[in-house]
């Protein structure tokens, strides 16, 4: 009798915490796609903070675990970067009568090369920090270079929010979410990448955890930019669109698999990737 009250006040507790989730959810989808895009990339933000967290608490992380979830984030950007930016940016350009291959891909290539731009600027940087000499000039140029590889990440956060007020084929409030959500899981390891080695460093605890969290505060920043713009130009969206595309499918190529593919369990790794892209092609094909 006991076991059957208890497992009655569990399915009742699980019920109540359902109910209220569904009241956020709606609440949220009331909102404004501003205020939207501010929750969503606070979020990626808070996820950076997190990685960067660690370094009160490891030395490192399990590389596994890390790996798996990097793999994953891969696969939900590759079908995100399809099924939720540039299939809709070209049904899009019909609507407008606008040259839909040239825009996209021009848009796609310019995300790619700002983020590649970021890349060099990190690595020029990466190469100067052998010794003591310069460490602030040396540590502000880090948290620079991050901040432009996160800008197209914010941009492609916002852009998919703000092209929800136009009710696009293949735009839905779960398809952004999953891209923010997607961007977060990366920005994990991302801040525990610059927290653990400014660690290694000599830099304290704090200062590690702070400069690591900092590289994530430009994502909110750029997200609410790039809603505007959404909302202001409707003609700019087909490239906005192409443009976070491009950003997102640079990270995925030049950061997220070769990483996933260093662990020695490589060909599970390439199934996380095969699974994350499968459930955000659902998630799409369904909701969308």
């Known amino acids: 009798h006991l076991h059957h009250i208890y497992a009655h006040s569990k399915y009742h507790l699980l019920h109540n915490i359902l109910i209220e989730v569904k009241k956020l959810f709606e609440a949220f989808k009331n909102l404004s796609p501003v205020w939207q895009t501010l929750i969503a990339t606070l979020f990626t933000w808070g996820v950076t903070a997190l990685g960067a967290s660690i370094v009160f608490f490891f030395k490192k992380v399990n590389k596994t675990v890390m790996d798996a979830m990097l793999g994953f984030s891969a696969g ?17 350009t019909k609507s407008l009568k606008m040259n839909g291959p040239v825009i996209i891909s021009i848009g796609f290539l310019l995300g790619g090369t700002l983020l590649f731009i970021g890349d060099k600027i990190y690595n020029l940087v990466d190469k100067k920090k052998d010794g003591n000499k310069g460490s602030r000039k040396r540590c502000f140029m880090l948290i620079s270079s991050i901040t432009i590889h996160n800008i197209p990440e914010g941009l492609a956060v916002g852009v998919a929010f703000g092209s929800l007020a136009y009710n696009i084929t293949g735009t839905t409030l779960l398809s952004a979410l999953t891209i923010a959500l997607g961007i977060g899981l990366q920005n994990f390891p991302e801040g525990s990448a610059v927290s653990l080695p400014l660690r290694r460093e000599g830099y304290s605890r704090k200062k590690a955890f702070f400069y690591g969290q900092l590289s994530g505060v430009v994502e909110p920043i750029s997200a609410v930019i790039g809603t505007i713009l959404v909302l202001k130009i409707k003609t700019i969206l087909p490239f906005l669109l192409a443009f976070a595309a491009g950003s997102m499918i640079y990270v995925v190529v ?21 699974f994350g892209f499968v459930l955000m092609m659902i998630l799409d094909i369904t909701l969308g």
């Open 254 to 274: 030049e950061e997220l698999i070769p990483e996933s593919q260093t662990n020695p369990k490589k060909d599970l790794m390439a199934f996380f990737t095969l």
């Open 76 to 92: 939900v950007m590759i079908a995100a970067s399809f099924f939720s930016l540039i299939e809709p940016a070209l049904e899009m």
